[in-house]
């Protein structure tokens, strides 16, 4: 690591661009920032490079969109060189690419670990942002971009008594940097999202015995994981590009084909093969069978029932696969999870499903855990309890733009956005994969890029024009705002509880944020948007005051 690490604290520096967070997003705007010969800063809390794949180390933990599509298109010769082993990554494989990377391109240099940004304040008179560290440090910049990925802020719940286990216990967001050894002991996972399925498959392989704590049981698609065929991965390199381009412009980022029919309107044995086919491919494609599963209740259903069936044929216990069988929302709009042998866990012998939706845990205790019912004695306990995502990464950076106005007073209501980038009164301040933008339901390597790209276009267009300042209208943001809504309101997700919903966090404002017209169709709008002359933002300089060229 470089000599950026470990930063002498109060002391001011003026740079053009200061990026929060060294993921994936944060990796990639460096690189971008420099090639416009830009001076910049990246600060990052941890102390190696990766987001999400530095603190998401739990077992089992890996991406559930494919390798070869859940990597950066931006650099050919990259693309060329990595060869990814398995269809889906391990985090640790994730972690070597993305270290891989910073090495490749020498990001290191200007990334400062160990580092995290407590306030982030617009300075009306000089119009920069001064950006403060936890190391006592401010720096002015003109820009300032975050990168703090959807789901970085980990929570726990708030049962009474943490403070009292005697065992050990762990957040899946917040997994140390050292094996945590399960052997012969009582482990007790909290939590059946993405996270909580993983590990459970994962822990049950060595724990003494594993109590699973479910609340709300979510769908959970096979994966089919394993080696990566060579000779189809030197068939698909030899054609990157063409894959690529597909990606850019399918709904989520993933070349899916498309069947145009749908679901409820195709004769039943005929569906019951196109779900046999599509649950045989795995993994997200099952969700792509037909155009309208996120859109129609009752297409929504035949797809339901095809996975529910596959529950009960999995699980031997009829009233465990009941437990496990969603109930109260429509397949997907809870985040699909993708697993390897998931249901099968708890055929295990070692494997106790608990529900505390019928009897809620009441609290932490010295031994383990109490639900109304029971107590549980356990050695480690860990919680799968999910991100307050979206927009909360954002509102802990602690944003005060022009006037002094905060984005978390702006945002009470939900968030405002033009295109998930920028927010008005907030000049010069751009987000990566921000709320309003596709972000969660796509690819996200595929969004990071492309956000990334157009934030590097917009700053070349201002370089070129002499502008210092970009912000959207408040009309444009309005009518994003409503589009955004209207759009998201033509799918299921808006009425389940999810953190899609923010509804998995006290107090906060009930919106489905992202923008879930697809991938393509959003892209296409950029597109049009920079066509057009940035339309919608307003540029000015300190020279000249200007509407969009
Ligand atoms: O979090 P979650 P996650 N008491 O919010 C339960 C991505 N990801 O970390 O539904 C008891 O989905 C909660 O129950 P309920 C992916 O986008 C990707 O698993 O609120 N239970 C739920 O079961 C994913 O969707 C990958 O009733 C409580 C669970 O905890 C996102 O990250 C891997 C509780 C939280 O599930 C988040 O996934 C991992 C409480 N007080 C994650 N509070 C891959 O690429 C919460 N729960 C594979």
Redesign the pocket.
């Known amino acids: 690591m470089s000599s950026m690490n470990r930063a002498p604290s109060s002391h001011r520096v003026a740079l053009d661009a200061v990026v929060i967070g060294a993921g994936f997003a944060g990796m990639y705007m460096l690189h971008r920032l420099r090639r416009l010969g830009l001076s910049a800063r990246v600060y990052e809390r941890g102390d190696g490079v990766g987001g999400t794949w530095y603190w ?1 180390r739990y077992p089992g ?5 494919e390798s070869v599509t859940y990597s950066y298109s931006f650099d050919g010769a990259l693309e060329q060189e990595w060869e990814w082993t398995e269809r889906y990554a391990p985090q640790s494989e994730i972690l070597a690419y993305a270290n891989h990377v910073a090495d490749r391109f020498d990001l290191r240099r200007d990334i400062q670990f160990e580092t995290s940004v407590i306030s982030v304040h617009y300075d009306d008179a000089s119009r920069l942002w001064r950006v403060t560290t936890d190391r006592g440090e401010e720096v002015a910049a003109r820009f300032c971009i975050g990168a703090v990925g959807c ?1 970085s802020a980990s929570v726990l ?1 708030d ?1 009474p008594g943490l403070e009292d286990f005697q065992g050990e216990w762990y957040h ?2 917040r997994w140390p940097h050292r094996a945590v050894d399960f052997r012969g002991k009582r482990v007790g996972i ?7 399925v ?1 590990s459970t498959i994962a822990v049950a392989k060595e724990a003494g015995h594993l109590h699973v ?4 049981p ?1 769908y959970s698609i096979p994966a089919w994981n394993g080696p990566l065929d060579r000779a189809a991965v030197s068939a698909l390199k030899a054609n990157y590009g063409a894959w690529r381009e597909r990606s850019r412009y399918a709904q989520i980022g993933i070349p899916f084909t498309p069947n145009g029919k749908q679901a409820k309107l195709v004769p039943p044995e005929e569906r019951e093969r196109d779900y046999e086919a599509a649950w045989a491919e795995g993994g997200f494609n099952f969700v792509m069978a037909y155009p309208d599963l996120l859109t129609d209740l009752e297409s929504n259903r035949t797809a339901a029932e095809f996975v529910e069936r596959k529950i009960r044929q999995v699980v031997k216990d009829p009233e465990v696969a009941k437990l496990l069988t969603p109930n109260d929302h429509p397949l997907g709009t ?2 699909l999870c ?1 697993d390897t042998g998931y249901y099968e866990t708890f055929n295990r012998d070692n494997v106790t499903l608990v529900d ?1 939706r019928s009897a809620p ?1 009441e609290r932490i205790t010295a031994a383990g855990v109490k639900t109304r019912d029971a107590e549980y004695p356990l050695d480690v306990l860990i919680f ?4 307050d995502a979206i927009t909360g990464p954002l509102l802990k950076l602690g944003i005060v733009g022009r006037g002094g106005e905060s984005l978390n007073a702006k945002w009470a209501d939900g968030p405002h956005t033009y295109l998930g980038i920028q927010s008005v009164g907030f000049p010069n301040f751009f987000m990566i994969t921000g709320p309003g933008s596709p972000s ?1 339901l796509s690819n996200m390597l595929m969004s990071i890029e492309q956000h990334v790209d157009w934030i590097a276009g917009c700053l070349e267009h201002m370089q070129r024009k002499g502008y210092d300042s970009v912000e959207p209208s408040r009309d444009a943001e309005r009518a994003w705002g409503q589009t955004v809504h209207e759009v998201g309101h033509g799918t299921l997700y808006p009425h389940t ?3 899609y919903t923010g509804t ?1 966090i006290a107090g906060k404002v009930r919106a489905f944020t992202p923008y879930a017209g697809g991938v393509g169709t959003y892209r296409r709008i950029c597109e049009s948007v920079v066509e057009r002359g940035y339309e919608g933002f307003e540029f000015s300089s300190t020279r000249v005051a200007a509407a969009a060229s």
Do not use: M
């Open positions: 998401n933990a890996r991406c559930d969109t789901l719940p049962y899946t967001g909290v939590g059946t999202g993405s996270s909580g993983q704590f479910q609340r709300t979510n809870k985040r993708v505390i845990i799968a309890t999910g991100f969660v509880d999810s953190w998995n």
